[in-house]
């Protein structure tokens, strides 16, 4: 039970600390380096598939780490906890958002955060690429990949080739 009120406190501290990208950094610092409840290929696996499947993908992370660290009822707890406070969140402001939005300083506001954000996910892509000893061959995969989505090729034809070159190498 305590390994579930901790996952719970955890996730729920994720998802109020983490803006977009910086969230899979905070997950990678916490539930690899510190708590230690996944491993760094784990949490690669669970980042690639969470990218592969519709919506945010630290919604996954949550869930994924959850069952990994304590079964279904982790994953269960996990998901819990990471939705909770955006909905409490959004609830609560949901009236006041749209007037707050429309100010010239919260645009600033929101790029520099998005800016952050940008950092932090970059920082943390370098440390899973050195933990996980990425090839030459997967960086230019996730390169071409970029260049695919960039020229708005359709995302389910770049997961078919990225799948089918995944099990050509292996």
Avoid at 27 to 50: A, K, P
Avoid at 143 to 158: E, H
């Amino acid at each position: 039970m305590d390994k579930l009120v901790s996952l719970l406190i955890h996730l729920i501290a994720i998802s109020l600390s983490g803006y977009t990208g910086s969230a899979q950094a905070i997950f990678y610092d916490i539930g690899v380096t510190q708590l230690h409840w996944i491993t760094s290929q784990d949490f690669t696996n669970y980042l690639g598939f969470g990218f592969a499947s519709p919506g945010p993908q630290v919604f996954s992370l949550a869930t994924f780490m959850g069952y990994r660290f304590a079964g279904w009822s982790g994953a269960l707890v996990g998901t819990l906890g990471i939705y909770t406070m955006p909905v409490v969140l959004a609830v609560a402001v949901g009236r006041y958002l749209q007037t707050w939005i429309k100010k010239a300083r919260t645009k600033y506001f929101i790029k520099s955060v998005s800016l952050a954000a940008a950092g932090v996910l970059f920082a943390i892509s370098l440390k899973i690429i050195n933990a996980n000893h990425i090839s030459i061959i997967y960086a230019l995969i996730a390169v071409s990949a970029a260049i695919a989505i960039n020229k708005r090729v359709s995302p389910l034809l770049i997961i078919l080739a990225g799948l089918g070159i995944g099990l050509f190498l292996h």
